[in-house]
């Protein structure tokens, strides 16, 4: 593989920094602006390189010490060589540059940089359990006893404490397990350590119990939801009226029932949908239905038109072109949306713009420390 030694430029969105050579824009993981570091070609396309730093000749002021011992390794973090402090000024400055128009204030919101993530997938082969390192399927050594992101009790060796149902207590049978599954993915419920292929969720927060199915959809952060769901609640006006996209369970709706009317809540995950539905009667709603569709192969149905907010929290692809229409044909007055993936969100925000809509609040909530992911949440209310 191509060595190069290289002035790292500026950051960019992915957690890379920009650097050029010979007429190729070459997007760097592992350095910081300023830095003369060698690196390593792992990708070359027609205009795009990518690489990954070997070692720095010049290091930046900013630069920290990694705490993880397979850091870059694995992939899973973009941001272990500088302090949470900078990588929260990093994202926010990432996020403000992509909205050049907006004056507002731009909140920030963040919790523990720590242990923060209730649910983890390990990637079990040759009798090994951990996590891949990157574009490869080889498990790296011991990577499943020391992520920093997860929380402990997640960690393989103090899951299995919890995990005697699975007789993976004892390492004989442990991989025994390893023949039939390809992966293990644990998710936290309340007091429990579950399998989230097979088994159901229990969360309490702010007051409300919800279960969440097998498979189902929940945010990972389990120090900013309460953070995230206050915020929603402030965005809403009272007694709204709600549509709900990508709903999931029902968590934002049926966590903020005091400031909602009525709702309809849509979402494709069927099983999610049962939940919702159970949900919203375990805590004594009666005025909100939900419905499975598929919301990137169908129009919204006329009767949508009666919810005036449009509460929407889509997967990366972020919305499709008939769900921005829908909005541009039944005007809700205003559209609440919270995304992971500020690049869609963007795009979206471009679209609605051109309807009349304009950005009234604008939110980071660092749901993913130590990695160039982020939760972004805006407001946007129609002229
Ligand atoms: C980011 S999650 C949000 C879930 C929910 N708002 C929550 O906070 O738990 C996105 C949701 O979109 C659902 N989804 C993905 N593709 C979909 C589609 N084509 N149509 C409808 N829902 C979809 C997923 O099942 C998932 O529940």
Redesign the pocket.
Known sequence: MEKLRIKLEKWVNGGYCLAHHDGHAVFVEGGLPGELVDITVIKHGNREWFGIVDSILEPSPNRIPSDCPVYLECGGCSYRHLSYEVELKLKTELLTSMFPNWNGNTEVFFGRSEGYRNNVQWQVADKKIGFFARNTHRIIQNSSTHCKNVDKRLLIENANTYLEQYRISKKSNFRKNQKSDKTISLRISKEKIVRYDSEETEVEVLNTNLKVPSKG???INQFLLETWLTKIKNLLPNSADVLEL????G??GIVLRDKISSLYG????EK?IEYAKFNAKMNGIKSFHYET????QRSLPQEVKIYSVWLV???RAGLSKGIVDSIHTFKPKSVIYSS?NPSTLRRDITSLEKFGYQLDSLNLLDFFPRTNHYEVLVRLTLN
Request: charged residues 15%.
């Open positions: 959809f929940f945010q990508f709903c999931g369970c968590t934002i849509i979402e494709s995950h999610s569709k598929d919301l990137f929290n889509p997967p992971c």
